[in-house]
């Protein structure tokens, strides 16, 4: 999974009661430009707030190249509303006391992400990226676009082959969850650039590609789930093998978080994947992952014993709720009281409470929830390599490599390594505490180490 889940509804819940109530006092105009960051990529919101007619509003995000995204806005009392339609993202904030800050968060797929908005600011330098690769490159590089015609859907992406004289072997790459372009671009990092960089150079071809309804790809990202994406994943891999100067019995998938469900998906299937790398990748429950990734953020937090208790009892009654009806409208109708528990009657609030819902009744989440590795696990005969960094917050390695291990074993795989590697967090960054907030401060797009370790494992089951 791309990557910064935010599957922990009751804690996210807990967090945006502290908005608090706002006395209602005479709102003066929106009007003008209001900018902030989420880690180091700059939002900058071009706000029309006139007395009478419409509110509109456009969003700039330099780092991007994005400009003048239109922007639906809405500011009922002393809310803020901003959606994005594609993709599909929103900002739901209050204003400051003075007027001259809009504070509350960036919501987009499963993610959500603090975002102050104030009023005129100046937009910050550009963070340092060095491992981002930049041309001229010593390897061919492409853009392509392949079909997955089970899904009807045309995905595009770019395929990187080593200049020297082939066949070689080849892998596709798979992103983490929610929406996802080819280079899996997060705070300014691009890993799958650089991993697809790293292994070119090491002579291997590489495909990567733009989740469905995500850059120059067709489709939707809507209602979809990791089953849609192992189809995606096959049509990757029957594409790449139909490649001149690509060795047929040596193309494999590396998948990151939930690309590595996807992954795993593919190579229970007739033409998967010849080897498979696995970074990140769920190995436990999905409904139990989802626990310890709401356990592991609390930690992070600061939550005391006592308070994570009462967190892991609450997010274990969300998900029994959802899992015990299937019926949309009899889970929301239960979930309402459980993330709402303060009876408030904030709109802001209220409309917070209303996402989370719709996150835990998508089909998405519940697919997420079913997920038993376990099962699928035993089925995969091919050469594994899964990783896993030590500071790991959203999978924790430990648990989930053990797991993967012990499954793989136990469906008779014997080529399967499984390693922690110390310091990392679940982008592969060497990190402090391996929380989510740190990803845009670091430096480090993707450890050396464990490019290397990669690399050198993929060779080694990939020699002539």
Known sequence: MSTLLRLCLAAAAALLSSFGACAQTARPSLTGDWTGAVGPIDFILHLTDPATGPRTATLDIPAQGAKGLPIQFTAPDDSVYLRLAQPTAQFAGRRSADGQQLVGEWQQGLRAFPLTLTRGGAAKPAARRPQTPQPPFPYQSAD????????????????TVPADKGPFPAVVLLTGSGPEDRNETIFGHQPFAVLA???TRHGVAVLRFDDRGVGQSGGTQQGLTSADYTTDAQAALTWLRAQPGIRKNQVGALGHSEGGTAAIGAAIQPAGPDFLVLLAAPGIAGDELIVQQVLGLAKLSGVDAVQL??????????????????DNAQARAKLRPLLNHGNSTDPAFLAQVEAQIDVATSPFYRHLLADRPAQTLPKVHCPVLALGGSKDVQVPATPNLAATAAALKAGGNRDVTAKELPGLNHLFQTANTGGPDEYGTIEETFSPAALRLIGDWIAQHTRK
């Open 144 to 159: 392509v676009t392949f079909r997955n015609e089970k899904a009807g859907v045309t995905l595009a992406g770019t395929y």
């Open 197 to 199: 960089d790293y292994l």
């Open 309 to 326: 208790l009462s967190v892991e009892k609450a997010q274990r009654q969300v998900i029994q709720v959802v899992e015990q009806n299937p």
